[in-house]
T-cell receptor, first 117, second 115 residues
């Protein structure tokens, strides 16, 4: 149990376009979802935290107008990278946390590799 | 503030050697959780272990073992008789009791196991 999926697993887009990444909790309700970014050979850095039905909380240095997060339901959160640029190329990983044990900890998705040309 | 340090950036060993990956953490919380994750080239994080701060017993799972020492704020990970399939980046992470706020990853250690 406690499976988190992401779609797409990889995406290539042109500079200036927007791209949406989906994160789904498949077998539990996720009250909170987290978005991380990982640049090559670096660690995961938390970008934002979103609670179902409320606005996301962004970490310092993350542009909320550029990285739009929507957590519209208890099983789905989306990250939209608007007006993407090559420097946004990265590996994006989401995680989801349930309401109560045993899903109260974070479960990570498989990641989405974004390449902006 | 929470912080996790993995001093070893890269380690190379020959197959069948034992290898220990170091992890040192900082936190002001009295209750916290420590984790180890494996990230193979595919990128997907593989959960290895979660340890509560109140449980200082060492744990062994097959070829993997973990040594948690609160006195030195360390949570080291040992792979016995390493195999090529163990080649990956390993992350140590620290979380508060609520698993969400202040979930911090270390910088990772890239392990290469050579045949």
């Amino acid at each position: 149990g406690a499976v988190v999926s992401q779609h797409p697993s990889w995406v290539i887009c042109k500079s200036g376009t927007s791209v949406k990444i989906e994160c789904r909790s498949l077998d539990f309700q996720a009250t909170t979802m987290f978005w991380y970014r990982q640049f090559p050979k670096q660690s995961l850095m938390l970008m934002a935290t979103s609670n179902e039905g409320s606005k996301a909380t962004y970490e310092q240095g993350v542009e909320k107008d550029k990285f739009l997060i929507n957590h519209a339901s208890l099983t789905l959160s989306t990250l939209t990278v608007t007006s993407a640029h090559p420097e946004d190329s990265s590996f994006y990983i989401c995680s989801a946390r349930g309401r109560q044990a045993p899903t109260y900890e974070q479960y990570f998705g498989p990641g989405t590799r974004l390449t902006v040309t | 503030a929470q912080k996790v340090t993995q001093a070893q950036t890269e380690i190379s060993v020959v197959e069948k050697e034992d290898v220990t990956l170091d992890c040192v953490y900082e936190t002001r919380d009295t209750t916290y959780y420590l984790f180890w994750y494996k990230q193979p080239p595919s990128g997907e994080l593989v959960f290895l272990i979660r340890r509560n701060s109140f449980d200082e017993q060492n744990e062994i799972s097959g070829r993997y073992s973990w040594n948690f020492q609160k006195s030195t704020s360390s949570f080291n990970f040992t792979i016995t008789a390493s195999q090529v399939v163990d080649s990956a980046v390993y992350f140590c992470a620290l979380s508060d009791p609520f698993y969400g706020q202040n979930f911090v990853f270390g910088p990772g250690t890239r392990l290469s196991v050579l045949p």
